[in-house]
Structures are given as structure tokens and as C-alpha cells.
T-cell receptor, first 112, second 114 residues
């Protein structure tokens, strides 16, 4: 069964450093997303991406964040200058034409 | 704007007992509804979804949910739970207007005891 994959599973970084989280969505899907879950809190939407551009973003997704689909398979989330409060589990998701998002296993980001 | 309320943060239940996890939503537009399960140290897995049609939706692992438009609810049920159902359950909505982002509830921890 096709699945969304994410790398790395755990990323530790120093405050102020740039990080790139990587995702491989399901191959025939059209919509791509990033969500995050701060420990003990609810899952929050960050950004959606369709037709090679951002289709929607939340208030959380400020200028420190960017997304890219550098090739036909990868979808990345970049945080330019990490802050302590960026520590969270980051989930990538993808969906086809019908609304039904499939989530990856997540990347745990720890900012020290 | 939408919001999702999961009234119970934790639900303890004995094995083989029935369970209902409650979900209410608020939205100014029509919505799609979803339940996701998160096992410890894992990602989110889609349990079931309501897009249209029958208001009673059956999902994986014996779960079902019923969409009640008048009560703006989408409660999740299982007639007989197993130890392996112990997990966090999230209700989520997205609107039908084209905005695809999911709005999640705060989650309900189902703890199945032997």
C-alpha cells in the first residue's frame, strides 16, 4: 500500500540554525501539506501546496518557513532560523482529488 | 472559521466494552468530517471520513461514526474494544468550499484496560 514517508525521523538542531524536513508524498497525489503537533497539543495546519504553489497557509507559517517541491517526488519544509518554540512533531500529508489526507510518520524536531 | 471540540480528553474503558468518543464542530459552511488515530510514537492514520451520502460511516478496525447535522456532531463508536485500540483519536473537519486544510480537535486518549 502506498504511503507518505518522511526523513529524518528525529532532527536535533541549535537555535538559529536552518533545518530542512523532507517528505515523499504518495506518487499520484496532487495536494501536499505540512502540519505540526507541539508536545501535548493538537495538530495544527501549517501550509498546503498545489500545482507547484502554496494554496493556503496558516498564521503560524510566517517568513521563517518555506516549502518547495524540488523534483517530482520530494516535498520539503524549511525553517530558516529555528526558535525554541519550533520544537514539535512535523507531519507531511498528501491527498488526491478527493479530500482525504494521508499522513507520514512525522519528524520530531528538537531545538536546543 | 471552523473549530472542533472533543469533550473528553481521556476515556478509560474495559476490554470488550462499547465506547463512544464525542466530537462536535462549529462551521459557517458545510464540512467534510474525519477521524484519525495516532498510536504511540506513530503518525496519524485515517479511520474513517464523511464526505457525502449516508450519515453512518464505517471505517477500519470496526469503528463507525454518525454525522448529525442538526447537532453538528460526528461521534465515533465501536461496539467492542480491544487492548490494541489504546491510542489517541482526533476528530477533524475541512470545509467544502475548496479550502483543504484540516482543523483538528484536541484529541481523546482511549485507554483500554484488561
Amino acid at each position: 500500500e502506498p504511503e507518505v514517508t518522511q526523513t529524518p525521523s528525529h532532527q536535533v538542531t541549535q537555535m538559529g540554525q536552518e533545518v530542512i524536513l523532507r517528505c515523499v508524498p504518495i506518487s499520484n497525489h496532487l495536494y501536499f501539506y505540512w502540519y505540526r503537533q507541539i508536545l501535548g497539543q493538537k495538530v495544527e495546519f501549517l501550509v498546503s501546496f498545489y500545482n507547484n504553489e502554496i494554496s493556503e497557509k496558516s498564521e503560524i507559517f510566517d517568513d521563517q518557513f518555506s516549502v518547495e517541491r524540488p523534483d517530482g517526488s520530494n516535498f520539503t519544509l524549511k525553517i530558516r532560523s529555528t526558535k525554541l518554540e519550533d520544537s514539535a512533531m512535523y507531519f507531511c500529508a498528501s491527498s488526491g482529488a478527493k479530500p482525504s489526507e494521508f499522513f507520514g510518520p512525522g519528524t520530531r524536531l528538537t531545538v536546543l | 472559521a471552523q473549530s472542533v471540540t472533543q469533550l473528553d480528553s481521556q476515556v478509560p474503558v474495559f476490554e470488550e466494552a462499547p465506547v463512544e468518543l464525542r466530537c462536535n464542530y462549529s462551521s459557517s459552511v458545510s464540512v467534510y468530517l474525519f477521524w484519525y488515530v495516532q498510536y504511540p510514537n506513530q503518525g496519524l492514520q485515517l479511520l474513517l471520513k464523511y464526505l457525502s451520502g449516508s450519515t453512518l460511516v464505517k471505517g477500519i478496525n470496526g469503528f463507525e461514526a454518525e454525522f448529525n447535522k442538526s447537532q453538528t456532531s460526528f461521534h465515533l463508536r465501536k461496539p467492542s474494544v480491544h487492548i490494541s485500540d489504546t491510542a489517541e483519536y482526533f476528530c477533524a473537519v475541512s470545509d467544502r468550499s475548496g479550502r483543504r486544510a484540516l482543523t483538528f480537535g484536541s484529541g481523546t486518549r482511549l485507554q483500554v484496560q484488561p
